[in-house]
């Protein structure tokens, strides 16, 4: 009985193998058209025809399913036709296909892979972008997109934007996987990313985070939920939405280092660190919302148990708090950018000082500040800010309010001059001095 069931089961086996054998057979030897027809599920889906030096079939590699492999990648930037610039590029392309969708002449896209290539995103000065490549979906066709993952793998990114104000901003995504279900109908994935900003004040800086995104077709639109982002070593929690190609993020952390949230700050505000050196915690939320065009970004933070140092020890501050708000401007531009710092109060030396500090336009500042003093015994103090020559037993107790403001050619302008010059008001009263 053993022996027959042996034999029975040895036979299924062999029977299987031919079957498979002669699948492969089949495949290999239809493997020109296959690749052909591979490629036009890829192609179908593009305004811009993708163009590789090299194909190549696999069969038992991701066995059921196959893969087509493409090497050397491009895509030519549609906004220069025939000029050999850029919008993609990778060497190595992996497509992975649904094996018995194609021998039912079906060809279902269900995994990309991408790696060691360079990506150059532009918007122009009119609103059009050389990335907008991909066709409305208004023909039926035994060829559709099933990703069950998409992943990019140390790829040098490249964003910039030309207009009023020109600008630039290279990476390196490292890793970038989306995995889940993908296509017109349902949208519920998970997206883990690994981010190289190499040149970022003198320092490099990396971003990572994972979130959870998800669509279906009563939902007009992508929701971000469990999403968490890393700075260097920072974590922040991200949520938002993407509606018809415009995004709504938030990110909220607390308690986070001041000094390196300074660190981050752009050197045109603090080119040396020297001239600020803060310390303490900030509560941090960050709302943006990207569109074609651009991304407005507000930053709020609360500054909190903080210590300052200005101009090495020309200010030294203790108990610093602060509200702190940046905002890109509805331009998302320089010009339209205002930094605003409110109701800042610190004690230094005997003497307490609170106020406000505004800068619209960072690129012509407007500048303007508010100072209130108050101490007893602090006269030494005033002398010492205004680097006055004191001598030892001056006495006094300084109070009041004073306003200033300031409209500079430049930032650098700005850090060159400082607050001496400018348009000053308000009252000091001496009491008790001598």
Same mark, same amino acid.
């Given at each position: 009985?053993?022996?027959?069931?042996?034999?029975?089961?040895?036979?299924?086996?062999?029977?299987?193998?031919?079957?498979?054998?002669?699948?492969?057979?089949?495949?290999?030897?239809?493997?020109?058209?296959?690749?052909?027809?591979?490629?036009?599920?890829?192609?179908?889906?593009?305004?811009?025809?993708?163009?590789?030096?090299?194909?190549?079939?696999?069969?038992?590699?991701?066995?059921?399913?196959?893969?087509?492999?493409?090497?050397?990648?491009?895509?030519?930037?549609?906004?220069?036709?025939?000029? +050999? %610039?850029?919008?993609?590029? $990778?060497?190595? =392309?992996?497509?992975?296909?649904? @094996?018995?969708? &194609? /021998?039912?002449? !079906?060809?279902?896209?269900?995994?990309?892979?991408?790696?060691?290539?360079?990506?150059?995103?532009?918007?122009?000065?009119?609103?059009?972008?050389?990335?907008?490549?991909?066709?409305?979906?208004?023909?039926?066709?035994?060829?559709?997109?099933?990703?069950?993952?998409?992943?990019?793998?140390?790829?040098?990114?490249?964003?910039?934007?030309? +207009? %009023?104000?020109?600008?630039? $901003?290279?990476? =390196?995504?490292?890793?970038?996987? @989306?995995?889940? &279900? /993908?296509?017109? !109908?349902?949208?519920?994935?998970?997206?883990?990313?690994?981010?190289?900003?190499?040149?970022?004040?003198?320092?490099?800086?990396?971003?990572?985070?994972?979130?959870?995104?998800?669509?279906?077709?009563?939902?007009?639109?992508?929701?971000?939920?469990?999403?968490?982002?890393?700075?260097?070593?920072?974590?922040?929690?991200?949520?938002?939405?993407?509606?018809?190609?415009?995004?709504?993020?938030?990110?909220?952390?607390?308690?986070?280092?001041?000094?390196?949230?300074?660190?981050?700050?752009?050197?045109?505000?603090?080119?040396?660190?020297?001239?600020?050196?803060?310390?303490?915690?900030?509560?941090?939320?960050?709302?943006?919302?990207?569109?074609?065009?651009?991304?407005?970004?507000?930053?709020?933070?609360?500054?909190?148990?903080?210590?300052?140092?200005?101009?090495?020890?020309?200010?030294?501050?203790?108990?610093?708090?602060?509200?702190?708000?940046?905002?890109?401007?509805?331009?998302?531009?320089?010009?339209?950018?205002?930094?605003?710092?409110?109701?800042?109060?610190?004690?230094?030396?005997?003497?307490?000082?609170?106020?406000?500090?505004?800068?619209?336009?960072?690129?012509?500042?407007?500048?303007?500040?508010?100072?209130?003093?108050?101490?007893?015994?602090?006269?030494?103090?005033?002398?010492?800010?205004?680097?006055?020559?004191?001598?030892?037993?001056?006495?006094?107790?300084?109070?009041?309010?004073?306003?200033?403001?300031?409209?500079?050619?430049?930032?650098?302008?700005?850090?060159?001059?400082?607050?001496?010059?400018?348009?000053?008001?308000?009252?000091?009263?001496?009491?008790?001095?001598?």
């Amino acid at each position: 009985m053993i022996k027959k069931v042996l034999i029975a089961l040895a036979l299924l086996i062999g029977v299987a193998l031919l079957g498979l054998a002669g699948l492969i057979g089949y495949l290999q030897s239809d493997s020109d058209a296959l690749r052909a027809r591979l490629l036009g599920v890829v192609n179908e889906q593009l305004s811009v025809p993708v163009q590789a030096s090299g194909l190549e079939l696999d069969v038992l590699g991701q066995f059921p399913d196959v893969s087509l492999r493409l090497d050397h990648v491009f895509i030519e930037d549609p906004l220069r036709p025939n000029s +050999g %610039d850029t919008l993609l590029y $990778f060497e190595e =392309v992996y497509a992975q296909f649904g @094996l018995f969708s &194609v /021998l039912r002449g !079906e060809t279902i896209l269900k995994r990309v892979t991408v790696s060691n290539g360079a990506l150059k995103m532009r918007w122009e000065e009119d609103g059009q972008t050389n990335f907008d490549i991909l066709k409305e979906d208004s023909t039926e066709t035994a060829s559709y997109v099933d990703l069950k993952g998409f992943t990019v793998l140390n790829a040098r990114i490249h964003l910039s934007g030309y +207009g %009023d104000s020109p600008w630039e $901003f290279p990476f =390196v995504a490292e890793r970038v996987k @989306l995995s889940g &279900v /993908l296509d017109a !109908e349902q949208f519920d994935a998970k997206a883990a990313w690994e981010l190289l900003i190499p040149r970022w004040n003198d320092q490099s800086v990396r971003i990572g985070g994972s979130t959870e995104f998800f669509s279906n077709s009563e939902v007009d639109q992508i929701l971000v939920d469990n999403g968490v982002v890393t700075i260097n070593d920072w974590e922040l929690d991200l949520s938002g939405s993407i509606q018809q190609g415009i995004g709504q993020w938030t990110a909220t952390a607390e308690n986070l280092d001041m000094s390196d949230v300074m660190a981050l700050l752009p050197k045109a505000l603090i080119p040396d660190p020297s001239t600020i050196v803060a310390d303490g915690l900030m509560d941090l939320k960050v709302v943006a919302s990207t569109t074609p065009a651009g991304s407005r970004i507000r930053a709020e933070g609360d500054w909190k148990k903080g210590t300052l140092n200005a101009s090495n020890g020309w200010i030294v501050g203790e108990g610093v708090s602060a509200h702190v708000v940046f905002d890109n401007g509805p331009q998302a531009r320089l010009e339209t950018a205002t930094l605003d710092i409110s109701a800042f109060s610190f004690q230094s030396r005997n003497s307490v000082l609170s106020g406000s500090f505004k800068m619209d336009n960072l690129v012509q500042p407007r500048a303007q500040a508010s100072l209130t003093l108050k101490g007893q015994n602090n006269l030494l103090d005033v002398m010492h800010w205004l680097e006055f020559p004191t001598w030892t037993g001056s006495q006094g107790h300084v109070n009041g309010t004073i306003g200033w403001r300031q409209t500079f050619s430049s930032l650098e302008a700005l850090t060159d001059q400082g607050v001496w010059l400018g348009q000053w008001s308000g009252n000091l009263e001496v009491k008790e001095g001598y």
